[in-house]
C-alpha cells in the first residue's frame, strides 16, 4: 500500500479507522446493493449511480436486477431490452458498456468477475473508482476510493490547497485514500467514508457539529470547512433547441430508432430536428392547434 507523503503519523491513521468503521455501524445507510457482497450487484449498482441520484436509482437497480439476476441473464440479452430497463436513467453509454462488459466476463472469465483492480479496470466502462469499488465492497482488496463524497471529506481532512480537479491533487487524494483505507474491513471504510461525505460532510453547511472525524479534520481546526475543497470553475454548456414531431394514426404514433453516431442511439424516439434559438423562441410562441 501507497505511503501518504505527509507528516499524518500512523496512529493518526490508525484512529481515523476505527472511528469510522464504529460510525459506520451505528449509522450506516440502509441502500438495497449493500444486502450482499456480489460483486455483480455491487458493480450494477456503482455503473447506475454514476452521474445519478441514489433516489433516482433504487427502482431501477431492483427492476433491473429482478430482470437480469446474475452476469450469464445480462450476457444473453438482446441490447434493445437493456436499454428499455436503462430508460429514463440517462447516460446511455453507460448501460451499453455494461451489456459489453457482461459479455466479456462470461465469455473471458466463465461468468466470474476479475477481483483485482486492473483486470477489472479492463472491463468497458469501468474506471479508477468502480474498480476499486467491487474490488473492495465484493472482495475485500485493501484499496482506497475517490468519488464526489469521499473526495470532498479527505480534501477538508488534510486542507487540501489547490483544485481538487487538479491532476497533482487527484493524484494525492489517490494516494491518501489508499494510505487511509482499513486493511481488514476496506469495504466497510470506504462505504462508511462515503456515507460520512454524503450526509454530514455535505458541500455547503456540513454539519461539523456531528462529525465523527471534526477532532481529526485540518480544515475544521483552521475554521476552513466551507471554503474547501477548492473547485475549479465548470465549463459552460451549450444550448440545443430541438422540434419534436408527435404523428399519430389511430391508436399508431410514428417513432424512430436513433442510429449509431447521434446521442442516446438506440433508443427509440419521436422524429425530430434541430432549430436555431431564435425560431424555437418562434415556434414556442404559436397558439395551439
Not at 455483480?40 to 441520484?53: A, D, F, G, H
Not at 433491473?64 to 444473453?76: E, I, K, S
Not at 459489453?100 to 462470461?106: C, E, F
Not at 483544485?163 to 485514500?177: D, G, I, Q
Request: proline share 8%; with cysteine.
Amino acid at each position: 500500500m501507497a505511503a501518504y507523503p505527509d507528516d499524518l503519523p500512523d496512529s493518526w491513521r490508525r484512529t481515523v479507522r476505527s472511528v469510522l468503521l464504529r460510525w459506520y455501524r451505528r449509522h450506516a445507510r440502509c441502500l438495497p446493493w449493500r444486502e450482499s457482497a456480489d460483486p455483480y450487484r455491487v458493480w450494477i449498482s456503482e455503473i447506475m449511480l454514476q452521474q445519478t441520484t441514489i433516489a433516482a436509482v433504487t427502482p431501477y437497480f431492483e427492476r433491473f436486477c429482478r430482470r437480469f439476476p446474475d452476469v450469464d441473464r445480462l450476457a444473453n440479452a438482446p441490447e434493445h431490452e437493456v436499454l428499455r430497463l436503462w430508460e429514463g436513467l440517462g447516460y446511455y453509454s453507460r448501460a451499453r458498456n455494461l451489456h459489453r462488459a457482461a459479455r466479456i466476463v462470461v465469455d473471458r472469465h466463465g461468468g466470474h468477475f476479475p477481483e483485482s483492480v486492473a483486470e477489472l479496470e479492463a472491463l468497458p466502462g469501468i474506471g479508477p473508482y468502480t474498480a476499486r469499488a467491487v474490488a473492495s465492497f465484493a472482495f475485500g482488496r485493501p484499496v482506497g476510493i475517490l468519488e464526489t463524497n469521499t473526495q470532498r471529506l479527505y480534501a477538508r481532512l488534510i486542507e487540501l490547497n489547490e483544485p481538487v480537479s487538479a491532476s497533482a491533487s487527484r493524484r494525492l487524494l489517490w494516494n491518501f485514500a489508499d494510505w487511509v483505507v482499513s486493511p481488514r474491513q476496506p469495504g466497510r471504510f470506504n462505504q462508511a467514508a462515503m456515507d460520512i461525505g454524503s450526509t454530514i460532510c455535505v458541500p455547503r453547511s456540513p454539519d461539523c457539529s456531528v462529525c465523527p472525524l471534526k477532532t481529526h479534520c485540518s480544515a475544521f481546526r483552521n475554521g476552513r470547512q466551507h471554503e474547501l475543497p477548492i473547485v475549479a470553475d465548470r465549463p459552460r454548456t451549450t444550448a440545443v433547441t430541438e422540434v419534436a414531431l408527435a404523428i399519430q394514426r389511430g391508436p399508431r404514433v410514428l417513432m424512430r430508432q436513433i442510429a449509431d453516431g447521434e446521442r442516446w442511439a438506440g433508443l427509440w424516439d419521436f422524429v425530430r430536428f434541430p432549430v436555431s434559438n431564435d425560431q424555437g423562441d418562434r415556434l414556442q410562441r404559436l397558439p395551439p392547434a
